[in-house]
């Protein structure tokens, strides 16, 4: 059985008293479900905040993304053991955003996943195709080849924690999202990617998330599909009363 993980991107938003406001009135929503994992991203400037208000719950927090060196001249980046010495769990790896707007590449995707598990931290690795893509039925080469890139170079036997995220990235912040048929379609093309690039049993046990305009009324409708092992939630995060609907609604 693969345990869900549904989780919160809050991209740039909630300032750390926003964040803690957030934890307080999330908390007792989902203090007795334990169906799923739930995991918030706040902003690198809400993590210590974050990580105080959550500590002793059943919500763990991580980051938005990490460089993949453990120090070094690069201003402004955040690296692996600065996450771990404040107590961050997870971290997402190669958001479409960040390939978009800061030059992320497969590549570098490929070093900040070997740095977390290294690092023992839990990855969600981001893949998706763009809408030109999709449309020039491209969709299961750009997944393959985002998948196989990330995990050249990984042992097998080190890959028990990753965990990939699949967001169309036509999807996401639009309204729009992939039908139940479209998106468990491109977890099986992930799943048999990883099956390939790794193993079989390592590609059954990985979790797969959907990302793209989930919402507490579609959240049910794409969990409960085979490959579809939870959420990554962009917009519907930032209020607590809806993210603690998706996750309860996960379970359906």
Known sequence: MRKPLIAANWKM????????????TFLPLVSQQSHA??????AM?????????AAGSNVHIGAQTMHWLDSGAYTGETSPTMLKAIGATHVLIGHSERRQYFNETDTT???KLKAALAHG???????????????ADLTAKVLELQTAVAL??????????????????????TGRTATPQIAEQAHKLI??????????????????????SVKPDNAATLCCLEDID???????????TSFAQIVLNSAA
């Open 13 to 24: 938003f909630k300032t750390p008293a926003e964040a803690t406001a957030f934890l307080t």
């Open 37 to 42: 994992e739930v995991v918030l991203c706040p």
């Open 45 to 53: 400037t809400s993590l210590a905040a974050s990580i105080a208000a």
């Open 109 to 111: 995707v490929n070093l």
């Open 121 to 135: 931290l839990i990855p969600i690795v981001c893949v998706g195709e763009h809408l030109e893509e999709r449309e």
């Open 152 to 173: 050249e170079g990984i042992d097998a036997a080190t890959a028990a924690p990753i965990v990939f995220a699949y967001e169309p990235v036509w999807a996401i912040g």
């Open 191 to 212: 799943r048999n990617q990883i099956a390939s690039s790794l193993t079989p049993a390592i590609a059954a046990s990985t979790r797969i998330l959907y990302g793209g």
């Open 230 to 240: 939870g959420a990554l939630v962009g917009g519907a995060s930032l209020d607590p």
